[in-house]
């Protein structure tokens, strides 16, 4: 679970940081953005902001839940903890280095810094995803591996795993989703969400809606009783997997 909802979740303070300390003040950080000191950057956090908005237009996270990154050089960009996304403004641009030391803002990052920080360093993911999708969270519950039930599987490099249960914002999620994530752009987290990484946020959102999706139909093909669904064979997603190199544009 990564933020808390607007019941609250968790304790910690939204704002940290002063002149000479982790971060600036306010006013030091909207002139920044607004001068555009790094374009690229406020660039960045603009498209940070929409996805984190469109996570929960799509309902895939309730309140603040879910928490999204992106990578620019070596700083990444992320979501801070108990903000509702449609209050996030550029002055509110959130970023640490690859150590998780704050270098841009004043707001707390999210808690599951450490799990996109794992990803950050381990992978070659420019962006990350972490929702709290419903059909995804359930089949979270009941396999270790969601069944091949589309061939979109391959776009997710092979069957998508399910990460061991830790407590949220902990150093054993992150280890846990790693495993999870070995050769893998997505997985589930049990009793949790989904994980997904992509080259850009919009690839990264995408594989979550793809994810959910597929959680969805499996869900209901298996509902039926005295059926079982067809699953698709490791040889049909690699055909599936070949295709898929080169779709889109």
Do not use: F
């Amino acid at each position: 679970m990564a933020e808390r909802h607007t019941t609250g979740q968790e304790t910690e303070g939204a704002v940290r940081g002063a002149p000479g300390t982790r971060g600036e003040g306010p006013a030091g950080v909207e002139e920044r953005v607004h001068e555009g000191v790094d374009e690229a950057v406020a660039r960045a956090w603009e498209e940070l902001v929409a996805t984190a908005r469109r996570t929960v237009a799509d309902g895939l996270v309730v309140g603040t839940s879910g928490n999204v990154s992106v990578r620019v050089g070596d700083t990444v960009l992320v979501t801070p903890t108990g903000v509702p996304y449609d209050r996030l403004t550029p002055a509110d641009v959130t970023g640490v280095d690859l150590t998780g030391r704050q270098v841009i803002g004043t707001l707390v990052p999210t808690s599951e810094l450490p799990l996109h920080l794992a990803v950050h360093r381990t992978t070659d993911a420019r962006a990350v995803v972490h929702t709290h999708a419903v059909h995804a969270t359930a089949v979270s519950t009941l396999v270790d591996e969601l069944p091949a039930i589309h061939y979109m599987t391959a776009a997710l490099g092979g069957p998508v795993r399910v990460a061991r249960y830790a407590a949220y914002g902990t150093r054993e999620l992150a280890e846990n989703t790693l495993r999870a994530l070995d050769g893998r752009t997505g997985c589930l987290m049990r009793n949790h969400g989904t994980l997904t990484h992509g080259a850009t946020l919009d690839q990264a959102y995408d594989r979550t809606a793809q994810l959910e999706w597929m959680c969805r139909v499996w869900l209901t093909a298996s509902s039926i009783p005295g059926l079982t669904p067809t699953l698709l064979t490791r040889e049909q997603l690699t055909e599936a997997g070949e295709r898929l190199r080169g779709y889109g544009q």
